[in-house]
């Protein structure tokens, strides 16, 4: 089975601070994506990539910028991190042509900023 | 990615078929239909996909409408664990963005 690996289940940590989310996949899709969701919110889109190096924005990318060094790995990143990102991070992969199975989501990241 | 709406809640007996609409009026001839569910504190995951025809697996059947504008997913003995928050998204896979709305959640009474 195909799994996406998030590094922290929760992660607490103070307004300010740098804070790195990281996800690895290990079925060599091309496809990653970072998504936060809130309550009431559903899942909202922050960034994804189809390639290494390789960033596009999503819906809500503000505050938030990402990394793909590696095609297994990628990394959100908060640069100073606030209170109303305090939410539940889930990282997905899937490949880059038809995805006849659709996309893998890891279990997620609760983070809270305090 | 086209749209999609659907109801933001709905309950089911145990036991009996859960029957989940979508509409996505929208949606583009080379955009298929995924269904995934979310059962809680954990991630999205896949349940089944059409582009036109109705399709089954073991765990649910997909039936898409004729002019592929609203298709309805079956759970066709619902039982507790089936308690979850539904997601209906139309993709072409490839280099696209996927993007989720807020689903519906779903009750399976005992």
């Known amino acids: 089975d195909v799994k996406v690996t998030q590094s922290s289940r929760y992660l607490v940590k103070r307004t300010g601070e740098k804070v790195f989310l990281e996800c690895v996949q290990d079925m060599d899709h091309e496809n990653m994506f970072w998504y936060r969701q809130d309550p009431g919110l559903g899942l909202r889109l922050i960034y994804f990539s189809y390639d290494v190096k390789m960033k596009e924005k999503g819906d809500i990318p503000e505050g938030y910028s990402v990394s793909r060094e590696k095609k297994e790995r990628f990394s959100l990143i908060l640069e100073s991190a606030s209170t109303n990102q305090t939410s539940m991070y889930l990282c997905?992969?899937?490949?880059?042509?038809?995805?006849?199975?659709?996309?893998?989501f890891g279990s997620g990241t609760r983070l809270t900023v305090v | 990615d086209a749209k999609t709406t659907q109801p933001p809640s709905m309950d089911c007996a145990e036991g009996r078929a859960a029957n989940l609409p979508c509409n996505h009026s929208?949606?583009?001839?080379?955009?298929?239909v995924y269904w995934y569910r979310q059962i809680h504190s954990q991630g999205p995951q896949y349940i089944i996909h059409?582009?036109?025809n109705n399709e089954t697996n073991e765990m649910a059947s997909l039936i898409i409408t004729e002019d592929r504008k609203s298709s309805t997913l079956i759970l066709p003995h619902a039982t507790l664990r089936d308690t979850a928050v539904y997601y209906c998204i139309v993709h072409s896979g490839g280099y696209q963005k996927v993007t989720f709305g807020t689903g519906t959640k779903l009750q399976v009474i005992p």
């Open positions: 059409g582009l036109k």
């Open positions: 929208t949606i583009s001839g080379n955009e298929y």
């Open positions: 997905a992969s899937g490949y880059g042509q038809r995805d006849w199975h659709g996309y893998t």
